[in-house]
Every structure is written in C-alpha cells, then in structure tokens.
C-alpha cells in the first residue's frame, strides 16, 4: 500500500488525533505556513486521504475543515480506533449503570497509572500544568485559566473525537483520569460537543 513520508504521517497523524482542523489550526499546531498546509493539503486530498467540509456560521464566509477519510484513518495505521470503538460498544452493551460507572473508573484508574510517572509537582497548580504537557505531547494543545479561586485546564481539541461523537461518557472518563493525575477532584463544566472550541475542565 502507498506509504506517506514522515511528514505526511505527522500532518495525516495530527487530523486523526485532534480533527477535524482549518488550515489555520493546523498551521499553528505544525509550526509551518498556511501554503505549506494548503500544498500538502491538495497533495493528500489527491490521493483521498483527508476531506474538507464547510462550516458556516452566520452571513460570512464559511469556514473550511479537514478531516480523515476511512482511507486517511487505516493509512495511518488507526486500527487502534477500530479497536476502541468494538471495546466501547461492548461496554455500552453492559446494562446496569453502576457496573458502567465501575469500568468507566478503572479504565480511568488505569491510563492514569500509565501517564502517572510523567506528571510532576507537589501542588495543584505544578500538577496540572504538568496533565497540560501530557496533553501536549498527545498533540492536544491545551491552556490553562489560573487566578485565586479558580484553576482550570482548557482543552482545545478531543483526544478521542470518534467515541465523544458517540458517547459523551468518554468525557467522564477523561474527566476521571484527570482528577486522578491531579490528585483533586476535577469538573467537566463544558465540552465542544455542546459547541464551542474547548473543553473546560475545572479543579474544585
């Protein structure tokens, strides 16, 4: 099968993690032009690895996004995203609520114990902008709001776009991981499924 050079895996990599994107959202997080996005972009496109679709919002100009195709998802090598889906739907296939809630923490529980190693600090604050690094480094840019009464970490892609499109309990447990690299109990007090560019995740 055709194989994309490193760079073409990296742009093709960043759309399956935090798509879909805009040229400008994919500039910025490449740390490249918008014409270097907009060449590899028609390069790609060609070869029907990513698709564009148009977003308008009140009487401008639409705005264009770009996202995987299912060739684009198994080009780059995403059967983890097959995999996950079929793990989910059979957790959704589970019928007592409390038994979904019990899965939903361990899984939680157990991802955190896999990142835990890479977060660092004794404080609330020192942890947390230490989950914003993790995100980071899983391509998922994220800020972080800090003033005297609030600490909250902003994230301004998904991680799992697929499965939240799907079933927003994902978020739960993103929600639940967080709160236990944290060592805080953390609120999901927004989320882009309900509109909007990021998800808020507040430190109570």
């Known amino acids: 099968s055709l194989q994309c050079p490193a760079s073409d895996t990296d742009f093709l990599d960043l759309l399956r993690i935090a798509g879909p994107l805009s040229v400008i959202e994919m500039a910025e997080a490449m740390e490249v032009t918008p014409t270097a996005v907009r060449q590899r972009l028609g390069r790609i496109m060609a070869e029907g690895l990513v698709e564009r679709s148009a977003v308008r919002a009140g ?81 998922i840019p994220a800020t972080i709001e800090e003033d005297h009464e609030h600490l909250v970490l902003k994230a301004h892609a998904c991680p799992y776009p697929k499965l939240a499109e799907s079933d927003p309990r994902v978020c739960d447990m993103e929600q639940m991981m967080f709160s236990e690299l944290i060592g805080r109990e953390v609120c999901l007090t927004h989320c882009r499924r309900n509109g909007g560019v990021e998800c808020r995740f507040e430190v109570r």
């Open 59 to 139: 009487r401008g100009r639409p705005r264009h996004y770009y996202r995987l195709t299912e060739k684009g998802l198994r080009q780059t090598g995403s059967n983890f995203a097959d995999l996950a889906m079929a793990l989910w739907e059979q957790f959704r296939a589970i019928g007592d609520p409390q038994v979904q809630r019990e899965v939903l923490r361990a899984v939680a529980k157990a991802l955190a114990s896999s990142y835990g190693s890479q977060v660092q600090g004794r404080t609330t604050a020192e942890r947390l902008r230490s989950v914003k690094e993790l995100l980071a480094q899983r391509r």
